[in-house]
């Protein structure tokens, strides 16, 4: 968290740099380069730059959070350095009125820019993020599935894809409620990220339906990998006293001779497979 929060700062001190680089080459040009070809000469159009730059800044930042005051901050101290700038090459014969004007509608302007610059940012990241569990969501998935479909096919190593469905989640909405039910859903969604690696792919299809996308994964890796998510799952179900449990259907691939939407349907079938087989394990247990 320090370290975000150190990045974050970094990166408004490297804004703020850049504006005052801005208005330091504009000023010196205006000064250096005769009156009759300095007012043919203009670097104001660079000062969107900083604008674009905080505008995604403050989006991956702020994240929901549509109150931020980020761009508009940066946009007005735009402003000012612009108009500062005009006052200093012209000094002392520029008008403070003119000042005062100009940086009032070149304030608004940035930070209307700013703000809708922020909000397409913002949902252009949603549009690709379940809004529960902050995990990949389905067009996301596919995205990255043909990605990997594709270099898969170039290398000739193989992918796998889990498909991960939870037990029993419709009794425990109805015994315990939704807002458990929710709990359950960002539970599993850790075990996801804790058990998936950088490079891997955890992503919610919806309702109790997730999945995780493993590059560069064998059947064997696979088999390893789902013995230990269930053992996390159960342990974490346990502690809450969950009476859920998991249902998980793999699939191993090479190449794109199948299309994404086949790869998630194959491990759906499989995972239906896993928990028809569990239930007849279970009822054989209790005939007993």
Not at 54 to 74: G, K, P
Request: net charge neutral; proline share 3%; charged share 25%.
């Amino acid at each position: 968290m320090e370290e975000r929060k150190v990045s974050y700062f970094g990166r408004i001190v490297f804004i703020a740099a850049e504006v005052f680089l801005i208005s330091f080459l504009d000023y010196s040009i205006a000064n250096a380069l005769p009156v009759e070809m300095a007012r043919y000469i203009s670097l104001d159009v660079l000062y969107c730059l900083p604008i674009i730059q905080t505008a995604r800044l403050t989006a991956l930042h702020a994240m929901r959070r549509y109150d931020t005051q980020t761009s508009t901050f940066v946009g007005v101290a735009i402003a000012l350095a612009w108009s500062a700038t005009e006052v200093l090459v012209s000094w002392p014969y520029f008008p403070m009125s003119a000042f005062a004007l100009n940086t009032f509608t070149r304030s608004v302007v940035f930070t209307v820019i700013g703000r809708v610059l922020v909000k397409l940012w913002r949902e252009r990241k949603y549009a690709y993020l379940d809004n529960l569990t902050g995990l990949a969501n389905r067009l996301d998935l596919l995205e990255k599935l043909e990605t990997e479909q594709g270099r898969s096919e170039r290398t000739g190593r193989p992918y796998s894809l889990l498909l991960i469905d939870i037990d029993r989640f419709k009794k425990l909405n109805d015994d315990f409620g939704h807002h458990v039910g929710d709990q359950a859903l960002k539970a599993m969604a850790g075990i996801l990220k804790a058990s998936s690696r950088q490079v891997d792919v955890p992503a919610r299809l919806g309702g109790d339906e997730f999945v995780l996308l493993l590059p560069e994964t064998d059947k064997l890796s696979c088999d390893t990998l789902v013995k230990r998510m269930e053992a996390s799952a159960q342990q974490a179900f346990a502690e809450h006293s969950w009476p859920i449990s998991l249902s998980i259907g793999m699939t191993t691939n090479i190449g794109k001779n199948i299309d994404a939407e086949t790869v998630i349907r194959l491990a759906d079938e499989n995972m239906y497979q896993a928990k028809k087989l569990k239930q007849q394990m279970m009822q054989g247990d209790s005939g007993r």
